[in-house]
């Protein structure tokens, strides 16, 4: 998910041009516009994926006589597949081509969606869904990748704010396609739209987004990729099957173990192995780490409410499906608007306020829903939607501009590695001290006053005039 832009430094005849500049030069000019609304069209098409089929839990557990824990499954096994190869699959995309996994990515989303239909047995359903992470695995890294690696810097943080607003609003207007089609058809014609959106996305992008390869992408680390999808894999299949089995039952304790031990493995490994999936020193930087958890609980309350509001909805309100979906429609309407001046209200008071701030909107908005029973008016409800889809807008965008400035998973991350300054005691004769990616931007003196490498040290007597023997 890394983008591989390289900012030369002003005045500096050898440093390498941007990755926009590379894409100009070496083809056609590139439409930031229409490879801004593809990328968003594949977004929204693996995000929608993830809550459109809440709101057609009741009509599936009546058509394949699912259990909780079979309809849990068929919701989160998308999520489980899709979380635990997004880091691989973003290397992947780095080293191969953003393009090339925006379509392969596509390709096997549509044809998972495409095959759903046809099926009535929820064990299928379940496997058809991690199909479909798979696919969206490949689709989501390569996206971001894609913005940040064709746009200019100027333009840069209003295209990922944009992208930040689809990701957001892709799964309140899925649940409401999903209530629109199930007025007048199954639950199949869900997997039907996923399959028009992929095409369309899939046909956008062969036609208009260039290919982007990171040119210093090392070997992927599959042991590093195996450890990880293992560990979330344990973890995630432990959580999901606890409320059947019981959180204190030997069976989920020792999942719960299992998945700890593997990811604190996983740690382990990419703190000693030279081409690490993810380098976990990262997450010392204040900036990096912070980004990253405040993303991460974003969605987690997000999609947790999605899961529980919809269910909510229909079966204790009594609602259809459509009137469920129109009923999150507020949260959208502050989601949106929120996105897309984020940027601006980031620059002008500061990235950390507007997180903070986002982030106490979506907390307001989650007590506030915590308070709903059975008999609560409707007004109650909006008054934590629209909160937390406000936050969420303004703590987003801010908040993920943040993870991708700093060096991130996959090839950036292990640039930044090799770039750490060598210790004065361990430089070798010759060597010259790489430039650090913060230096970038200060102006650089041109060729002959730049100070070139120490060679070797010459032994041996001086001359006259304090020349050297001839050899």
């Keep these: 998910m890394t983008a591989s832009v390289t900012d030369a430094a002003p005045g500096d005849p050898?440093?390498?041009?941007?990755?926009?500049?590379?894409?100009?030069?070496?083809?056609p000019p590139v439409n930031h516009t229409r490879v801004l609304v593809v990328t968003c069209v594949a977004l929204a098409t693996i995000i929608s994926a993830m809550s459109s089929l809440n709101v057609a839990l009741p009509s599936i557990a009546a058509d394949t006589h699912a259990s909780q824990t079979r309809l849990s499954w068929i919701i989160d096994a998308y999520s489980l597949v899709f979380a635990a190869l997004l880091l691989p699959a973003g290397a992947l995309g780095d080293r191969f081509g953003r393009r090339r996994a925006l379509l392969i990515g596509l390709l096997i989303f549509g044809a998972g969606s495409a095959a759903a239909p046809f099926t009535s047995s929820a064990t299928a359903l379940i496997g058809l869904r991690c199909v479909l992470g798979l696919g969206a695995a490949l689709v989501m890294p390569a996206t971001l990748s894609t913005i940040t690696g064709t746009f200019p810097r100027e333009r840069r943080a209003a295209a990922v704010?944009?992208?930040?607003?689809?990701?957001?609003?892709?799964?309140?207007?899925?649940?409401?396609?999903?209530?629109?089609?199930?007025?007048?058809?199954?639950?199949?014609?869900?997997?039907?739209?996923?399959?028009?959106?992929?095409?369309?996305?899939?046909?956008?992008?062969?036609?208009?987004?260039?290919?982007?390869?990171?040119?210093?992408?090392?070997?992927?680390?599959?042991?590093?990729?195996?450890?990880?999808?293992?560990?979330?894999?344990?973890?995630?299949?432990?959580?999901?099957?606890?409320?059947?089995?019981?959180?204190?039952?030997?069976?989920?304790?020792?999942g719960l173990g299992i998945g700890v031990v593997l990811l604190v493995g996983f740690v382990a490994w990419e703190l000693h192995t030279r081409a690490p999936l993810l380098d976990p020193r990262l997450f010392t930087r204040p900036a990096f780490a912070a980004g990253t958890v405040s993303i991460l609980l974003q969605f987690f309350a997000f999609?947790?409410?999605?899961?529980?509001?919809?269910?909510?909805?229909?079966?204790?309100?009594?609602?259809?499906?459509?009137?469920?979906?129109?009923?999150?429609?507020?949260?959208?309407?502050?989601?949106?608007?929120?996105?897309?001046?984020?940027?601006?209200?980031?620059?002008?008071?500061?990235?950390?306020?507007?997180?903070?701030?986002?982030?106490?909107?979506?907390t307001a908005g989650m007590v506030v829903l915590s308070r709903i029973g059975q008999d609560s008016p409707y007004w109650l409800l909006l008054a934590g939607l629209y909160p937390l889809g406000l936050g969420m807008g303004l703590a987003m965008t801010?908040?993920?501009?943040?993870?991708?400035?700093?060096?991130?998973?996959?090839?950036?991350?292990?640039?930044?590695?090799?770039?750490?300054?060598?210790?004065?005691?361990?430089?070798?004769?010759?060597?010259?001290?790489?430039?650090?990616?913060?230096?970038?931007?200060?102006?650089?003196?041109?060729?002959?006053?730049r100070r070139r490498p120490v060679g070797p040290?010459?032994?041996?007597?001086?001359?006259?005039?304090?020349?050297?023997?001839?050899?």
């Design 303 to 362: 999609f947790g409410m999605i899961f529980v509001i919809m269910q909510y909805l229909q079966l204790v309100r009594g609602d259809s499906a459509l009137v469920a979906a129109v009923s999150v429609l507020p949260m959208t309407a502050g989601l949106m608007p929120a996105a897309c001046f984020a940027p601006k209200v980031a620059a002008a008071v500061g990235a950390r306020a507007c997180c903070v701030a986002g982030l106490v909107l979506i």
């Design 457 to 471: 040290r010459r032994e041996g007597p001086l001359l006259a005039g304090g020349r050297r023997p001839p050899r």
């Design 161 to 254: 704010g944009v992208w930040a607003a689809v990701a957001g609003a892709s799964a309140v207007v899925g649940v409401l396609t999903s209530g629109l089609l199930l007025e007048a058809w199954s639950w199949r014609s869900v997997f039907v739209l996923g399959v028009i959106l992929a095409a369309a996305a899939a046909l956008g992008t062969w036609r208009f987004v260039p290919d982007s390869v990171d040119p210093h992408g090392p070997r992927l680390d599959v042991v590093g990729a195996v450890i990880s999808v293992a560990g979330l894999g344990a973890l995630v299949y432990s959580i999901i099957e606890a409320p059947e089995h019981g959180w204190l039952d030997a069976a989920t304790l020792t």
């Design 398 to 449: 801010p908040g993920d501009h943040r993870h991708h400035r700093q060096p991130a998973a996959g090839a950036a991350g292990r640039r930044f590695r090799r770039q750490r300054p060598v210790p004065r005691a361990r430089r070798r004769p010759g060597h010259r001290r790489p430039r650090q990616p913060a230096q970038r931007h200060l102006p650089q003196p041109p060729g002959p006053a």
């Design 14 to 27: 050898t440093a390498q041009p941007t990755s926009p500049e590379r894409a100009a030069a070496a083809g």
